[in-house]
């Protein structure tokens, strides 16, 4: 899956949206940051909705042993991605918290 999230040329979450829904993802639980994702180009929310449903099946299954909040800060990077195509290592550090909370409300979402 990671693999494949990093072969796209732009990652699920556009760069020229980032700003948008990363900031609604922060805020606690408003109905922005639904908004600000369900807005998302077709193709992007299409694909999103495929990965968020599979990654919540995970979830679901006993045997994992990956939180969620784990799956949220692993992923966070290769699903949200980075504020800039090309980020400095001193903005991939100062967006993980970011990146982790965005991925954790992302796999809240219903997406059926």
């Known amino acids: 899956l990671k693999d494949f999230l990093r072969s796209l040329k732009d990652p699920l979450i556009p760069n ?11 805020k606690s639980y408003s109905d922005d940051f639904h908004e600000a994702v369900f807005c998302l180009p077709e193709k992007n929310l299409h694909s999103l909705k495929f990965v968020i449903t599979h990654l919540q099946k995970v ?5 994992n042993k990956m939180s969620k909040e784990n799956l949220a800060k692993i ?6 991605g980075y504020s800039s195509g090309d980020p400095s290592p001193l903005e991939m550090i100062g967006e993980t ?12 979402l219903e997406c059926q």
């Open 59 to 63: 979830m679901s299954i006993p045997e």
């Open 75 to 80: 992923l966070g990077p290769t699903v949200v």
């Open 16 to 26: 020229a949206m980032w700003k948008a829904v990363t900031e609604a993802a922060v």
């Open 97 to 108: 918290v970011v990146l982790a909370k965005c991925m954790g409300r992302l796999l809240e």
